[in-house]
């Protein structure tokens, strides 16, 4: 191997650890010599594959030795102090690192080849049928996809000036988000801005104003004020030299970036344009949108309306995702969050699918009918009390607040919400809302809120079309007037955080707040279906027509889960509790490792520890690249 991903490994070449460092070595004289970045190259191609990999070239050929020697010398002089490079028996390179005291493939950084495709760390190798595959030094991992290249450029971007004409029925033809300043997400194919605008582009002036500065809601409006021609100001964004995959998922500098001033963290949001859609209709694909496909990107929609976009390869796990969220959202109490996939297409806005946290994003995209699923991050395992995760963290009572708002709106707890406790829960948030925006709750009216904010926001939609609109606003106005006698105070109010766990306290009396069914193989010619939340603990309901759950256990009475496969389609649950109870159900594949995944989630809340789970995986019928062996 050479400075850069070194020569293509054949599948039958042996992939040996370096050996370790030499203490006896001296260190390169200190520095490096001017125009290292260009002499590397003409090293790298010159040394060649051939003088460098095949250890049987270099024994039976001395003048290759006297080079390999030579390239080494010159090679020595330019790594920096500290480090030396050697060749192994089998005349492949490695570099010793004399302050650290180790030894491995990869050169020192600043010694990597800039004019090459590969980002550092990565080499190209060939399988046994004969097919591309690459080696992730730093992971240790391999790999069918080819690693986004990069290619480099000491001039930075320039500003350019695009003039775009609006389509009657394309508007400009591209979708804005994020802000200071507001970038351009997608471009629409056949649009007017194709050729004149690309996905990255920061928006710098509106028709010769600067928006580098200016709120993303700010620079929207003067786009759309303008009826037939708009002027843009663009620039790419500038690359630093970045080195492997571009992805959102964090690296340890950027977690303790982001703890140091996590005020300033900030979501790229999928704003409405001249009439495009806010979010795609799938996590997989663009679906409607005359966009190009992105490959290998997930979009996980958040609770506040943000998405963010995540591209991964085949070693991104969901929990790989999952983590990357929480630390970009701050919260502390991580055990509460999941991703959950919902069929867009499905009538049921209830039918939430729990991902397990160790499957690769990868091959949940393959699944069949991956383009209707749409991916979020959402509370799964509620907390038994709502007091107690405002006092752990503030941030996750914020975010589950915002989901169980949704949730009412969106009608996903129908037809258990009555009426009278949606509206409850509708002044409740209005009441909260109000504060948020700096308006006196003492003057809060329907009408205010209906002017300001609009019913629906509050409202589930059922109750707006199904009620009439002065009955609507008398119970809601009554609703207002009982969050001001909360209190026992007629001179106090309910603050933003009173009303949010007034509201989820409301919510928890739900029988399906936090809960999971999961309907079992009948065995016995009675349908069965299994109960799993923080209320109700694990539970069945026996029958059609039973609708009250008869208690099994309480969730921190479970001891141990196995779940073995019996064929394609089923597989078996076996259950264990304390002290020494066992119960067994037959469910289908999905539902038997989510139902797993659901009771290991709720007991880490109630023990405080891991639930110990066997599980007998699916196996992997894809192809995989072959093993990282060094």
């Given at each position: 191997m050479l400075l850069q991903p070194g020569p293509p490994l054949s599948a039958d070449q042996s992939q040996q650890p370096p050996p370790s460092p030499q203490p006896q070595l001296g260190a390169p004289p200190p520095g490096s010599q001017p125009g290292l970045?260009?002499?590397l190259p003409l090293l790298a191609s010159t040394a060649g594959p051939s003088s460098l990999t095949s250890s049987s070239s270099a024994s039976s050929t001395p003048p290759i030795h006297q080079?390999?020697?030579r390239y080494l010398d010159t090679l020595q002089d330019m790594l920096k102090e500290g480090w030396t490079a050697h060749t192994a028996k089998d005349g492949r390179l490695y570099y010793c690192n004399h302050i650290t005291r180790t030894a491995g493939w990869l050169p020192p950084i600043e010694n990597w080849v800039q004019t090459i495709d590969l980002p550092y760390g990565w080499e190209k190798?060939?399988?046994?049928?004969?097919?591309?595959?690459?080696?992730?030094?730093l992971n240790k991992t391999t790999t069918y996809e080819e690693p986004e290249r990069y290619h480099y450029?000491?001039?930075p971007p320039e500003p350019r000036l695009v003039v775009l004409h609006r389509s009657p029925t394309l508007g400009f033809g591209f979708v804005a988000g994020s802000e200071k300043p507001v970038i351009v997400r997608f471009v629409t194919e056949g649009g007017p801005s194709v050729h004149k605008l690309e996905p990255g582009d920061q928006i710098l002036a509106v028709n010769g104003e600067d928006v580098k500065e200016a709120p993303r809601d700010h620079v929207i409006q003067l786009v759309r004020n303008c009826e037939s021609t708009v002027?843009?100001?663009?620039?790419?964004?500038?690359?630093?030299?970045?080195?492997?995959?571009k992805s959102t998922l964090l690296s340890a500098g950027k977690k303790a970036k982001l703890k140091s001033r996590p005020i300033r963290v900030r979501f790229a949001e999928s704003v409405c344009v001249n009439g495009a859609p806010l979010f795609p209709p799938s996590a997989f694909s663009l679906g409607d949108l005359c966009v190009p496909p992105m490959a290998n990107v997930l979009k996980v929609f958040l609770e506040n309306g943000q998405t963010k976009s995540f591209k991964y390869d085949s070693t991104t796990t969901v929990q790989d995702v999952v983590t990357s969220l929480r630390d970009k959202l701050c919260l502390t109490a991580g055990e509460h969050f999941s991703l959950v996939l919902e069929h867009v297409k499905s009538l049921k806005r209830n039918k939430l699918t729990l991902l397990d946290p160790q499957e690769t994003v990868a091959r949940i995209a393959a699944r069949p009918g991956a383009h209707k699923l749409r991916c979020l991050?959402?509370?799964?395992?509620?907390?038994?009390?709502?007091?107690?995760?405002?006092?752990?963290?503030?941030?996750?009572?914020?975010?589950?607040?915002?989901?169980?708002?949704?949730?009412v709106t969106q009608e996903r707890f129908a037809p258990e919400l009555q009426p009278e406790v949606a509206l409850r829960l509708a002044a409740l948030h209005m009441h909260q809302h109000a504060l948020a925006n700096n308006i006196s709750p003492a003057k809060l009216t329907v009408k205010t809120v209906e002017r300001e904010f609009g019913l629906d926001r509050f409202v589930p939609a059922s109750l707006i079309d199904g009620m009439k609109r002065k009955e609507l606003r008398r119970l809601l106005g009554h609703f207002l007037k009982l969050n001001s006698q909360m209190t026992g105070s007629s001179t106090k109010m309910l603050t933003q955080l009173q009303a949010k766990i007034h509201y989820l306290d409301i919510i928890s009396g739900l029988p399906s707040y936090g809960a999971k069914c999961f309907s079992t193989n009948q065995r016995d010619g009675v349908e069965r279906v299994l109960l799993v939340s923080p209320?109700?603990?694990?539970?069945?309901?026996?029958g059609v027509?039973?609708?009250?759950?008869?208690?099994?256990c309480n969730l921190e009475d479970l001891t141990r889960v196995v779940v073995t496969r019996d064929d394609d389609v089923s597989n078996t649950v076996t259950v264990f509790i304390n002290p020494d109870r066992v119960i067994t159900f037959s469910m289908e594949d999905r539902d038997a490792c989510e139902f797993a995944i659901v009771l290991a989630g709720y007991y880490r809340l109630m023990a405080g520890k891991e639930l110990p789970l066997e599980q007998e995986r699916e196996p992997t019928v894809e192809e995989i690249a072959p093993p990282y062996l060094s």
């Open positions: 970045t260009a002499y080079d390999v020697s190798a060939i399988d046994l049928k004969g097919q591309p595959y690459y080696i992730n030094h450029n000491d001039s002027s843009l100001l663009v620039c790419q964004p500038q690359l630093y030299n970045a080195v492997g995959r991050f959402r509370v799964t395992f509620v907390p038994v009390s709502a007091a107690g995760l405002a006092q752990k963290d503030l941030n996750a009572l914020d975010y589950l607040f915002l989901q169980c708002c949704n949730d209320r109700f603990g694990l539970s069945q309901i026996a027509r039973n609708t009250v759950p008869q208690p099994i």
